[in-house]
């Protein structure tokens, strides 16, 4: 059967047709954030077939495929490539209103030109036809990022990474942007001990100094800050269920960094301390360089025990929570900006209930300096579909400027991800079309055809400020 995505996809009335085929669809793609494989752009590395780029690492997809039933052989298992591809064909058909449903449809025909909806009964024919194109210079990694006219990138990259691929690709001809970002989340995973320790003699490898307490441990984080940005990085990103604050220094921090060293457990609420003013610290290194520090909240992350200790983490068993976000994150907020070291910072939420705390949250440290120095986030995760996509928008209008939005990104593993750009683009037009359709903004195509354009790339571009090559 033929596919239903067609030039108009998701375009509801003829305004919305031409702000997104006419502003929206020609601009490059700012991604800036997401978990692409640095060595993969540097390398320009070729897939052998469409599984490897397309169903390795895709959380989504595998939750979807245990769903319907699909044994872990054809997910992570041993199963081979193809059988694991025509295992996934099976499913495609019953993801229907699931937005793997769109994005499937729309990655097979923006990267191989296939116009039908994948089922079983073409899933074996599709599968040679996108293996044959993958073999071809077109559809390399940075092939594939060109076809999509990707003008820059930010991965997610741990302070002690030597950032070598990155240079490399800063120092080639290849046309597309590839910045790090600052990812020290177990940097302060203090819970784990024995983690941890093992964890800061990688650090220690890295800035060549030892780590024996705490000032040394903000020292050599300031260390890894000034050498990502030395690599062109503007940005630092933290995976957090929730922000803790504590107004009154209730720990020592010298004596809990050396309880842990010594292999000692600290209690929830050390633990809570510790992390909350490493946070506070970094937020003043990032000040400092002028970055942009993002913080994703709300996960509960590896809630199968069983299936964690078989599979590992980010293999599909996280889920939203329902921690409390406004008081932890005003006291961060407001710590940072009474002393004027409050950084460009970009707020995500995971749970949908917290869409107007953030949104007012954020509202309250603007404070005229920069425009839309600090952000209501893109729908992430479970929430980067249309649903999601559309009550973050409205929220955002609602309770805050639309028009200073930096916009989306795809926060993917994968390089065939980047239609989602697209998605959000084609909802984005017809959201504020329909405003104008139903009387409620001027029919003014030159006023909101900016505005489309400033939230698609402008914003981004001017917010972020990369250097070019």
């Not at 390795?56 to 997809?61: E, I, L, Q, R, T």
């Not at 989340?185 to 220690?204: F, M, T």
Request: charged fraction near 25%; hydrophobic fraction near 35%.
């Amino acid at each position: 059967m033929k596919t239903f995505i067609n030039d108009h996809f998701l375009l509801q009335s003829d305004f919305a047709k031409t702000l997104y085929h006419d502003y929206a669809k020609p601009l490059p793609i700012i991604d800036y954030h997401n978990h692409l494989s640095p060595l993969q752009i540097d390398k320009n590395t070729s897939f052998d077939n469409i599984t490897q780029v397309w169903l390795y690492g895709d959380h989504y997809k595998w939750r979807a495929m245990r769903a319907y039933g699909i044994d872990e052989k054809y997910i992570t298992g041993n199963a081979s490539d193809k059988e694991k591809f025509l295992k996934w064909a099976e499913v495609v058909p019953y993801t229907l209103r699931n937005p793997l449903y769109h994005w499937t449809h729309l990655e097979l025909q923006r990267y191989f030109g296939i116009n039908e909806l994948l089922t079983p009964n073409n899933a074996e024919k599709i599968y040679d036809q996108c293996s044959e194109l993958l073999a071809n210079k077109s559809h390399t990694t940075c092939g594939l990022l060109k076809q999509q006219n990707v003008e820059s990138l930010c991965t997610t990259d741990d302070p002690i990474d030597d950032l070598k691929h990155h240079k490399n690709i800063a120092e080639s001809d290849k046309k597309v942007q590839v910045f790090p970002t600052f990812r020290p989340d177990k940097a302060y995973a203090v819970e784990d001990s024995k983690a941890y320790n093992s964890y800061v003699k990688s650090l220690e490898k890295s800035v060549g100094f030892a780590i024996n307490n705490y000032d040394d441990l903000l020292l050599a984080l300031e260390n890894r800050i000034n050498y990502f940005d030395s690599h062109g990085c503007k940005l630092s990103d933290h995976g957090l269920e929730q922000l803790s604050f504590f107004p009154q220094k209730k720990y020592d921090l010298t004596k809990l960094f050396e309880t842990v060293k010594s292999g000692k457990s600290l209690s929830k609420e050390e633990v809570q301390f510790f992390k909350a003013e490493t946070l506070l610290a970094l937020g003043k290194f990032y000040h400092k360089k002028g970055w942009t520090q993002q913080l994703h909240l709300g996960p509960i992350r590896d809630n199968n025990k069983r299936l964690l200790q078989q599979l590992g983490p980010d293999t599909g068993f996280d889920s939203i929570g329902d921690f409390s976000q406004a008081i932890g994150l005003s006291g961060f907020l407001n710590a940072l900006d009474s002393t004027n070291q409050l950084t460009k910072t970009i707020v995500y939420n995971l749970n949908p209930a917290d869409n107007e705390v953030i949104a007012t949250m954020v509202g309250n440290f603007n404070d005229g300096k920069i425009k839309g120095k600090v952000q209501f986030g893109a729908a992430w995760w479970f929430l980067d579909q249309k649903d999601g996509m559309e009550k973050q928008l409205n929220t955002l209008s609602s309770l805050g400027l639309l028009s200073c939005f930096v916009g989306m990104l795809t926060d993917s593993r994968s390089f065939l991800s980047f239609p989602r750009h697209e998605y959000f683009r084609r909802i984005l037009c017809n959201l504020i079309a329909n405003d104008v359709v139903h009387g409620e903004l001027p029919n003014d195509e030159k006023w909101l055809g900016k505005i489309v354009s400033d939230i698609c790339y402008h914003n981004a571009k001017n917010y972020f400020q990369f250097k070019s090559k």
